[in-house]
């Protein structure tokens, strides 16, 4: 059974860094034909994508964060983080973490809970 | 990058009623276009990939259609625990893009 799971920060404070956890287990992500998607939905509207990492830690970034976002993984590739530098109130959001696993770049059969993190001060 | 387009915004129909939502990318994606449903404090779950293939699980009332730019959900028999918000999303490559959502109310 593959679950995802995101941990991190539940208040932030403006121009800080945020940091998120996304532990995945059930699934080997070393094969080098999957990765992890960070996804994010501000309070009431839409998903939206941020970013992506490979096992061959091959990355995409939506451009319009690309310059506040880093994703990254520990080696054993059982984790997997994003981080997103001078947050503002308008990051408020639930952050998820998903997964495809029919292919290297497809459509998400596996999602975290998702985690809330608010910015305020 | 690609942007994603859904209409409508909003729909309210019957149970019963055929419903249809249709998400448009801003240049080709082939058939890599999925359709998701989220309810309330949930995650997405995924109700088509690949254009028009069922994900295992799914109730055949649900159906997907399209290629290239254009693409429907459609909903053949609308029953109440239908009620949610529906997203498309493309995957054709990297960065990914959704649709801004489709609420569906069943009166």
């Known amino acids: 059974q593959i679950t995802l799971k995101e941990s991190g920060p539940v208040v932030v404070k403006p121009t800080e860094t945020l940091t998120l956890t996304c532990a995945v287990s059930?699934?080997?992500?070393?094969?080098?034909?999957?990765?992890v998607s960070w996804i994010r939905q501000p309070p009431g509207k839409a998903l939206e994508w941020l970013a992506h990492?490979?096992?061959?830690?091959?990355?995409s970034y939506t451009t319009s964060l690309r310059s506040r976002l880093t994703i990254s993984k520990d080696t054993s590739f059982r984790q997997v983080f994003l981080t997103l530098t001078n947050v503002d109130p308008l990051d408020t959001a639930t952050y998820f973490c998903?997964?495809?696993?029919?292919?290297?770049?497809?459509?998400?059969?596996?999602w975290g809970q998702g985690a809330l993190v608010t910015v305020s001060s | 990058d690609i942007q994603m387009t859904q209409s409508p915004s909003t729909l309210s129909a019957s149970v019963g009623d055929r419903v249809t939502i249709t998400c448009r990318a801003s240049?080709?994606?082939?058939?890599?276009l999925a359709w998701y449903q989220q309810k309330p404090g949930r995650a997405p779950k995924l109700l088509i990939y690949?254009?028009?293939t069922l994900q295992s699980g799914v109730p055949s009332r649900f159906s997907g259609s399209g290629s290239g730019t254009d693409f429907t959900l459609t909903i053949s028999s609308l029953q109440p625990e239908d009620s949610a918000n529906y997203y498309c999303?493309?995957?054709?490559?990297?960065?990914?893009?959704f649709g801004q959502g489709t609420r569906v109310e069943v009166k």
């Open positions: 998903a997964l495809p696993s029919r292919r290297l770049v497809g459509a998400y059969d596996f």
């Open positions: 240049q080709s994606v082939s058939v890599w």
């Open positions: 999303q493309k995957y054709n490559k990297y960065p990914g893009a």
């Open positions: 990492i490979f096992s061959n830690d091959e990355k």
């Open positions: 690949d254009a028009s």
């Open positions: 059930g699934f080997s992500l070393i094969n080098g034909r999957v990765g």
